[in-house]
T-cell receptor, first 113, second 115 residues
Framework: AQSVTQLGSHVSVSEGALVLLRCNYS??????LFWYVQYPNQGLQLLLK??????LVKGINGFEAEFKKSETSFHLTKPSAHMSDAAEYFC???????????FGPGTSLSVIP | NAGVTQTPKFQVLKTGQSMTLQCAQD?????MSWYRQDPGMGLRLIHY???????DQGEVPNGYNVSRSTTEDFPLRLLSAAPSQTSVYFC??????????????FGPGTRLTVT
């Protein structure tokens, strides 16, 4: 069975500081991993995805994530936070069938001016 | 492309009422799903479809029905609304470009309150 955990339901960073949002997964098959962002009162949109090519994945808005199989992690980072990054972030894992897409509980990111 | 559209954006129901949440996509995606989002619980899969005429239950299907008569449309029906169904509902579509890599495209959501 697959699962996703996100450490920290809420993270606050200062504007210009490093953003680090943590995601750990478990999967019985080689995983595909995703990060989605949800701005207030909107649907989710894809930030980036890992599909077994490069382990360091670059996404939109300056975000990137590194797949570490030994640590079963897929943490999301951004070198310098911007006020517009304030949103909810969801990590997701998919395996070998559509109904096996699992979302983590989400991390709410606040950016302090 | 409009992507994934959902109507209505907001809805208030009384306990016991029924209603249908509409979802449509114009990307010719074969896969569609309905999720509910509740605080601290992420997204939970209600029902999903892997093609026109094919639907199946997800993690939390009780109290909901779906049908998929066309590739484009995937309505969600609440049979007899209960306060526990107060939530934000998202419709999503996907395709199998790379086996297992189901990138989801989400609609804007429907905020439902059951009193």
């Amino acid at each position: 069975a697959q699962s996703v955990t996100q450490l920290g339901s809420h993270v606050s960073v200062s504007e210009g500081a490093l953003v680090l949002l943590r995601c750990n997964y478990s999967s019985s098959v080689p995983p595909y991993l995703f990060w989605y962002v949800q701005y207030p009162n909107q649907g989710l949109q894809l930030l980036l995805k890992y599909t077994s090519a490069a382990t360091l994945v670059k996404g939109i808005n300056g975000f990137e994530a590194e797949f570490k199989k030994s640590e079963t992690s897929f943490h999301l980072t951004k070198p310098s936070a911007h006020m517009s990054d304030a949103a909810e972030y969801f990590c997701a894992v998919s395996g070998d069938s559509y109904d096996k897409v699992i979302f983590g509980p989400g991390t709410s990111l606040s950016v302090i001016p | 492309n409009a992507g994934v559209t959902q109507t209505p954006k907001f809805q208030v129901l009384k306990t016991g009422q029924s209603m249908t949440l509409q979802c449509a996509q114009d990307m010719n995606h074969e896969y569609m799903s309905w999720y509910r989002q509740d605080p601290g619980m992420g997204l939970r899969l209600i029902h999903y479809s892997v093609g026109a005429g094919i639907t199946d239950q997800g993690e939390v299907p009780n109290g909901y029905n779906v049908s998929r008569s066309t590739t484009e449309d995937f309505p969600l029906r609440l049979l007899s609304a209960a306060p526990s169904q107060t939530s934000v509902y998202f419709c999503a579509s996907s395709y199998s470009g790379q086996a297992g890599a189901y990138e989801q495209y989400f609609g804007p959501g429907t905020r439902l309150t059951v009193t």
